[in-house]
């Protein structure tokens, strides 16, 4: 039996879409990381999706307390969920007149 897979044209795209030239190579990782977790293509990432990068992040950080904080402290606009641009601010990776920004 054939399995077959459906997604929607908006996905597709979304997943086929080349990456701006513009945009530095932590821009890029960022946006592709981003649309990986954003699963229902909201613009922001809610506190279902947020988990895999939470886990990521307790995995990987040292304390391991400051985990738990982190998504409030990037979510700027406190509406439990963060856009790609909080998260691109709490990672470090913005551009500021034309300059990348490495905060972290």
């Not at 960022?30 to 809610?46: A, P, T």
């Not at 990672?91 to 500021?96: A, Y």
């Amino acid at each position: 039996m054939l399995l077959q897979t459906h997604i929607s044209v908006v996905d597709f795209c979304r997943l086929m879409a080349e990456p701006d030239p513009s945009h530095t190579l932590e821009e890029r990782v960022v946006h592709w990381y981003f649309s990986q977790l954003d699963k229902n293509g909201s613009g922001d990432i809610g506190k279902k999706e947020i988990k895999p990068f939470k886990r990521f992040l307790r995995k990987k950080s040292k304390p391991k307390k400051c985990v738990k904080k982190f998504v409030e402290y990037c979510d700027i606009s406190n509406d439990k969920a963060l856009s790609l641009q909080e998260l691109m601010g709490c990672l470090g990776v913005t551009k500021e007149e034309g300059k990348l920004n490495e905060t972290v």
